[in-house]
């Protein structure tokens, strides 16, 4: 495999069968375990049959359960570690906590190991020079695309943030060249957001898409700057995403920053005193 089988089993999520997705999940949560375990041991386990065990390791290219552990051992060898965050019923909140720091560094680290730095480079190069520039997202990759209005407007950019589907319409349909759209998805399968990216492109603009790589999303967008990370969204609305999409946008705003030179700095400086005035004094009465 190319990538891990943490990956590949996150990624296969949603093309298994519901049986066989028990199974996955059980693997994700409990994969030391899973080592030490017979087929009748996961089965019970994953609350499934024995056949269904089966079907899962050949959905994941194995031969059987047998290869399926060593493949998982080995990787599990190489410390190689999962990063979605889950939680069992009986977890304490120490152990939940935790779990939730650890699954986010650890995804963090693999979304900015996967980022192509020459996508990167582009899309930092065209948020520079944009005449105008529109962030769409809906739901949680709203509330990022706000996040990235209220930091690029500072760097002296026309900028503005949609979550509404009627208003990313007919902002796509209002942009020429030299325009760019970011276009924010956890799942990059949302239709009224693709429709949008489809009109932007169509109307000249540069659309830079932060959605998961394989996604229906990516294959429409001019520049993807891929954030594959999958999350057990049946339970836990999506956490670790959002952070990635966060972090990936101050990457960019960073970026332009460097790239419109000295007098941004200053008018960063500029706008950092203004808000001196709003603030409590840290001196001791």
């Known amino acids: 495999m190319s990538r891990s ?43 499934v049959s024995e056949p269904t065990v089966v079907r899962f390791c050949r959905a994941m290219g194995m031969a059987g359960f047998q290869e399926f552990k060593l493949k998982l051992a ?35 680290e693999q979304v ?20 105008r520039v529109e962030f769409y997202g809906y739901g949680a990759s709203g509330i990022v695309a706000a996040d990235a209005q ?17 208003m990313q319409a007919m902002s796509a349909a209002t942009l020429k060249a030299g325009d760019v759209v970011v276009a924010i998805s956890q799942t990059g399968r949302t239709r009224a957001l693709i429709a949008s990216a489809k009109t932007a492109v169509k109307a000249g603009a540069t659309v830079i898409g932060l959605c998961p790589s394989d996604s229906p999303l990516a294959r429409e967008v001019t520049l993807t700057l891929p954030v594959d990370v999958q999350e057990d969204t049946e339970v836990y609305i999506p956490m670790t995403s959002r952070i990635a999409h966060l972090l990936t946008i101050d990457v960019l705003a960073v970026g332009v920053a460097k790239n419109r030179g000295p007098q941004i700095s200053d008018q960063l400086k500029a706008i950092k005193r203004s808000l001196g005035s709003l603030r409590v004094s840290n001196s001791v009465s």
Not at 20 to 37: D, G, S, T, W
Not at 150 to 166: E, G, M, N, V, W
Request: no cysteine; charged share 25%; hydrophobic share 45%.
């Open 112 to 131: 900015r190991d996967r980022l192509d730095n020459e996508a990167l480079g582009k899309a930092i190069a065209a948020l520079a020079v944009a005449n």
């Open 150 to 166: 209220h930091k690029f407007f500072r760097l002296q950019i026309q900028t503005s943030a949609y979550a509404d589907p009627h």
């Open 74 to 108: 080995q990787m599990m060898a190489k410390g190689s570690q999962y990063a979605q965050f889950t939680m069992n019923d009986g977890d304490s909140v120490a152990e939940f906590s935790h779990g939730i720091f650890d699954s986010t560094i650890e995804t963090l």
């Open 5 to 47: 089988l943490f990956d590949e089993l996150r990624v296969h999520m949603d093309r298994l069968r519901r049986s066989e997705q028990k199974v996955a999940r059980f693997v994700l949560r409990n994969p030391e375990e899973v080592i030490l375990m017979r087929i009748t041991d996961l089965a019970s386990e994953a609350q």
